[in-house]
């Protein structure tokens, strides 16, 4: 049986690498892997090849530089230990085995390619969904909330009443009193903002006397909504104010009233 040159069994470990060798000449080299180190480890660098490109392994990754030169640049002269069998073997036409070889790499490195713009796409669209998500909680929260005020609005024994600023009627305050439970929820609107350290307070007039209440800061669109304001039991109330005051709060109006409403209780 005759040794075959090397460039024959490289052409045949890269048909054989690529699936293109017949029936007959797949057995036949099946046999000749059985003995031949050789010929294995140059099935194996070929798979090695295709298999790194088709997962786009970073170059600190990449198979050995003269693999690389050998596979993509042509092949080298080396001794092969060993017999091949002959019979039934056809050569590979040199032009159309690299020919297939190419093909087959760029459809894997193509292949690759699009997995990772796929893998890409699917990244942005789960954070779009994240996103998503959040606002749609979000917005759940707000109108459970929404919906909670509007059933506390619509209780029985619930009276409306209006705060206002003297001579600027855009700012205002609407005060819901729940007179049977004495609580309050106050939803302001167009209110300006106050300074660092300073905050909005809310006062009930008692016989002729200010009560300190809560104090507040309104959001960037000038609302603010603050339910379960306990309202003073005893005594005679006879309105509601709000000034402004230290962030903290007082136990003394400071400043000027800037809105005010009438009470009674019905």
Request: a neutral charge; proline letters at 8%; hydrophobic letters at 40%.
């Amino acid at each position: 049986m005759s040794h075959p040159e090397q460039g024959l069994v490289s052409d045949l470990a890269a048909a054989y690498a690529l699936g293109a060798l017949g029936p007959e000449e797949q057995r036949e080299f099946e046999a000749l892997l059985s003995s031949s180190p050789e010929a294995r480890r140059e099935v194996d660098e070929y798979r090695e090849v295709a298999a790194l490109l088709a997962l786009t392994i970073p170059v600190s990754a990449a198979p050995r530089a003269d693999l690389r030169a050998r596979v993509l640049g042509g092949l080298t002269s080396r001794r092969v230990g060993g017999a091949v069998p002959t019979r039934g073997v056809r050569r590979p036409r040199p032009m159309l085995l690299w020919g297939a070889l190419a093909a087959s790499l760029l459809a894997v490195v193509g292949l690759g390619a699009n997995m990772l713009s796929l893998r890409g796409r699917v990244a942005a669209l789960e954070t779009d969904l994240t996103a998503s998500q959040r606002s749609l909680a979000e917005r759940g929260r707000e109108l459970a909330e929404r919906l909670a005020t509007l059933n506390a609005i619509l209780e029985p024994g619930v009276r409306l009443y209006q705060l206002t600023a003297s001579g600027d009627p855009d700012p205002g305050i609407q005060l819901f009193w729940d007179q049977q439970r004495n609580l309050a929820i106050v939803h302001g609107f167009r209110l300006k903002p106050v300074p660092t350290g300073r905050a909005y307070q809310l006062w009930f007039i008692k016989d002729g006397k200010p009560v300190p209440s809560i104090t507040f800061k309104p959001e960037s669109s000038g609302h603010v909504r603050i339910e379960r304001i306990p309202v003073p039991a005893d005594g005679s109330l006879g309105a509601a104010a709000v000034t402004v005051e230290p962030e903290s709060g007082s136990t003394q109006p400071t400043s000027p009233i800037i809105l005010m409403g009438p009470l009674e209780k019905s």
